[in-house]
């Protein structure tokens, strides 16, 4: 990348260029603007060639640290998934909806949580705040293995829950820092399959330490330590060299910076304000885009809580022991990593979300009837539903590419990361509480849910794509709708604007 490199101007050191940067930040526009200012760099453009090394640089360093924030953040929440079957309902004394209330218990505070992350994520460095979170929440589930009874599990799941929700608003807006809209889609795949690959891990460590014997030490006590203990390691490396945005990307030259943020400026999301707008908040409040969102993202959900909660359980129910059940949840963590990296793929270019978003929900429709409606006696079919409905996972990482992509305005977009996390909640909330003791062993209201809330979301994400395509019309229908040959000043594409504010903005669908 010489013709990078090679640029040695005077801009100074990264302290100074901040220390200039801040100077200068009154809220009006994106610090990327005044960077860029800063170290007259605005000319700069990349080749081809450049552009591709670049972007392997910027995925080298910070799509695995994302990918391991999110494996170990589905690990430790599902690991209360695996030690049901290695026998905490038994040595707790869990009693009829003791369990599903603790999976509950886990989102609720979740959810609740994200109210003050829409201002804390606008305030703090997004990646050092990230990383706290992941330690600390590492330190909960170790602590998971003093549980005793009941109460001390849901205060541990409480914590767990509330330290965690800041993992889906983050890794969503550091994602957007670094790459358009056409190149994001399969960089938020790949930091997703942390997903499936936490199943598949989970699974492992679920059937390495059953074989764990100890009468004071059970094995799911043990589980909980270990996978507690690497969570806190994951943690600090996240801390240590996950950049909070381009412009302190300390592997990166000044000059590489600068191309970044020349790269992305097509997006007119903006980079990086920490200035609160709370008007900007109020318009996340009444704009219908969100609101669809969040609704597909609570429908798309009910299923993947069941699955994530319960499926080692129903696993079990078919009649296989607490080892072999471990084992066979595996196959879910492969149908996960698939459908997201297909999907995430499929939605390199800008117009096809909606239709991969639906496409992925049909074969977890498929899953779901399999497991509510296939009998009992045919194993098989009813282990190939409940692997299928896995697939209904690619839908989040979807939505979140278009909460990246179509919402502008720093308060704004932090909202609708926020919001969509709270919806994820709320769906997560639903799906366990489906499960009640009067209906064991079959659930058969449960897996109904499961297939008539996936239709619900494929159903929905037409009607946003329709809704994208209408505004995109109506936008185009004005008589300064096009910027085809207007020639805007670089503060103007870096203005602070929403998605509703700045005339020149284009959903992508």
């Given at each position: ?54 972007l392997a640089k910027i995925d080298w360093r910070i799509v695995p640290i994302m990918f391991l924030c999110y494996a170990v953040s589905f690990v430790d929440k599902v690991s209360l998934n695996y030690a049901a079957v290695m026998g ?186 920490r200035h609160i707008k709370p008007r900007q908040i109020q318009e996340g409040l009444l704009d219908p885009q969100l609101w669809l969102l969040a609704l597909m993202t609570i429908l798309a959900t009910i299923p993947s809580g069941v ?203």
């Open positions: 990348m010489s013709s990078l490199n090679d640029r040695t101007k005077s801009s100074g050191s990264t302290a100074e260029v901040e220390a200039r940067v801040s100077a200068r930040d009154d809220g009006n526009v994106d610090q990327a603007y005044l960077f860029l200012s800063s170290v007259n760099e605005n000319g700069l453009a990349l080749s081809g060639a450049d552009r591709r090394k670049l905490l309902t038994n040595d707790l004394k869990l009693r009829g909806n003791d369990f599903s209330n603790t999976a509950t218990a886990f989102f609720a505070a979740y959810l609740i949580a994200e109210i003050p992350t829409i201002f804390i994520l606008n305030k703090v460095p997004v990646a050092k705040w990230l990383g706290a979170n992941v330690v600390l929440w590492g330190i909960a589930t170790a602590c998971t293995a003093a549980a005793h009874d009941f109460s001390s599990l849901l205060t541990a799941r409480i914590f767990l829950g509330i330290l965690q929700a800041a993992i889906a608003p983050s890794l969503m807006l550091l994602s957007s820092q670094y790459y358009t809209k056409a190149e994001q889609g399969p960089r938020f795949a790949f930091w997703y399959c942390g997903l499936g690959v936490g199943q598949i891990v989970g699974g492992l460590a679920s059937y390495g330490f059953q074989h764990v014997h100890k009468h004071d030490f059970q094995g799911w006590r043990l589980m909980f330590v270990v996978l507690g203990c690497v969570t806190v390691l994951i943690g600090g490396a996240t801390v240590l060299f996950l950049p909070d945005s381009p412009m302190s990307a300390s592997f990166l030259t000044i000059p590489e910076r600068a191309a970044v943020l020349k790269h992305v400026e097509t997006n007119r999301t903006g980079v990086l304000n699955v994530s909660t319960y499926s080692a359980t129903l696993i079990k129910g078919l009649g296989y022991r607490t080892t072999t059940a471990a084992l066979l949840n595996m196959p879910s963590g492969i149908i996960s990593i698939a459908s997201v990296l297909i999907a995430g793929y499929g939605t390199r270019s800008t117009s096809n979300r909606g239709l991969w978003y639906a496409g992925v929900c049909l074969p977890a429709i498929l899953g779901g009837a399999l497991m509510s409606f296939m009998s009992k006696k045919n194993e098989g079919g009813l282990l190939a539903g409940i692997y299928l409905v896995n697939c209904i996972v690619a839908t989040f990482p979807i939505a979140l590419q278009w909460t990246a992509a179509n919402v502008a305005g720093s308060s704004k977009r932090t909202f609708g990361a926020a919001l969509l996390a709270f919806a994820f909640g709320v769906g997560n909330i639903i799906g366990p509480q489906t499960f009640q003791a009067r209906d064991a062993p079959d659930y058969y209201p449960a897996k109904i849910t499961v297939v008539v809330s996936q239709a619900a979301a494929a159903m929905l994400a037409v009607v946003l794509t329709v809704y994208y395509r209408w505004v995109n019309t109506q936008r185009d229908r004005k008589p300064d709708g096009y910027v085809n040959n207007i020639i805007e000043s670089e503060q103007e594409k870096w203005q602070n604007l929403t998605d509703k504010q700045d005339r020149y903005f284009r959903y992508v669908y």
